[in-house]
């Protein structure tokens, strides 16, 4: 178990957006949450990242409570947030983009003494490959279409070197073409880390989830394989049959 989400409760202005909700992740587990809109799913991303702070429950990661922490702090632990806008330095190219998103310089003696190397090199080049863009090294991250930009923003996420990466909604506004890469793009990252992915296209959710759970009004309304998921009364009337 790498993260165990138990007893959670947020609200906003009396508004109760998770209401005591327990939700877990195993190891190399690409977990899909899905729920009509104000389920509380962002919610749950933003409380495990610490961009919302819980009124009550707990949140472990690797059983280092991070409900307290701040956010670099819960980033330098090991988990990974994406937005569903991508946030990427448009300025700059797909190579500096991965360079600046490296942990090591850290400080600004770091900064000043850092030095790349061949092996860094080649970890971003890796890095670039994974996410489809070694071809578009010397490309500035403004010109890149709208999933490049999803792709780079995941790399961007993973010379970080996450243990937990947070997807929201990755493959909005994309392609079919570009659905189908980045299926194989979260299979691929699953296997030596584990994801939790936010999503509503259910051609996706069939793809690569390994678990699926349906938040509705802040609760878990089911949980399991898609196939189970699916088949459940409540979530059809809530969700799947509108």
């Known amino acids: 178990m790498i993260l165990a989400v138990e007893d959670l409760c947020v609200s906003f202005d009396g508004f109760k957006a998770l209401d005591n909700l327990n939700f ?4 190399h587990e690409l977990h899909v949450v899905i729920g ?9 991303l933003d409380a495990i990242c610490g961009k919302t702070r819980p009124d009550t429950g707990k949140i472990l990661f690797n059983g280092r409570n991070l409900e307290r922490m701040l956010e ?28 600046i998103s490296s942990p090591k310089p850290r400080g600004v003696v770091g900064c000043l003494c850092f030095r790349r190397d061949s092996a860094f ?5 890796e890095i670039a490959r994974t996410v489809f863009l070694d071809s578009h090294f010397e490309r500035k991250a403004g010109q890149l279409s709208h999933g490049q930009k999803q792709w780079l923003e995941i790399g961007m996420l993973l010379m970080q070197e996450p243990e937990l990466l947070l997807l929201d909604e990755p493959v909005a506004g994309m392609s079919a073409k570009e659905r189908e890469q980045t299926a194989d793009l979260l299979r691929e ?15 996706f959710v069939k793809a690569v989830a390994h678990k699926v759970t349906v938040l509705h009004q ?10 189970k998921v699916q088949q ?4 059809i009337e809530v969700y799947l049959g509108h």
Do not use: C, W
């Not at 802040?218 to 196939?227: F, P, Y």
């Not at 459940?232 to 979530?235: F, G, N, S, T, Y």
């Open 121 to 125: 090199d080649e970890a971003i080049g």
């Open 232 to 235: 459940d009364p409540r979530v």
């Open 218 to 227: 802040g609760k878990m309304l089911a949980e399991g394989k898609i196939e």
């Open 189 to 203: 990252i699953a296997r030596g880390r584990s994801v939790v992915v936010i999503e509503h296209d259910m051609e």
């Open 72 to 99: 670099y702090q819960i980033t330098r632990a090991g988990v990974g947030r994406k937005f569903q806008t991508p946030m990427v330095y448009e300025d700059l190219t797909v190579f500096e983009n991965l360079e």
């Open 36 to 44: 009509p809109n104000g389920a509380g799913k962002t919610t749950l």
């Open 24 to 27: 877990y992740v195993e190891e």
